[in-house]
């Protein structure tokens, strides 16, 4: 079986290499990441991940603005979308236009990647 592919989209260089090295060490997933709104909405496109991790609070973009161009772009609509947040206030607002599931930030390394599985209902 192939290897889930994650985009991880995030503006803070620490928190992209946390999440990164985590899901590939303790997931086994394949992840790439995009420092910026645009640069993930490109990746998402070409790459195709069988799902993105998306942070909330970005310059230029933030990460609700992101969602909203992913979702109205047909080649990438249907990828599964979990929100990371300093503001976990907002669940049901984020489920509401369907957003997959939120994680809380800062979030604990080691089970991350059992979060992100336990939200999509992967095994």
Not at 39 to 53: M, N, T, Y
């Amino acid at each position: 079986m192939l290897a889930r592919r994650i985009l991880i989209i995030e503006d803070e260089d620490d928190i992209r290499e946390v999440a990164q090295l985590t899901l590939e060490a303790v997931g086994g997933w394949q992840v790439s990441t995009a420092a910026s709104a645009s640069e993930g909405l490109a990746k998402a496109e070409v790459e195709q991940p069988d799902a993105i991790l998306l942070d909330i609070m970005m310059p230029n973009m933030d990460g609700l603005a992101t969602f909203k161009h992913l979702r109205a772009n047909p080649a990438t609509w249907h990828i599964p979308v979990i929100l990371l947040t300093a503001k976990p206030t907002n669940l049901d607002q984020f489920a509401q236009i369907g957003v997959t599931a939120a994680i809380a930030k800062p979030f604990n390394p080691m089970s991350l990647a059992r979060q992100i599985a336990t939200s999509l209902g992967w095994s």
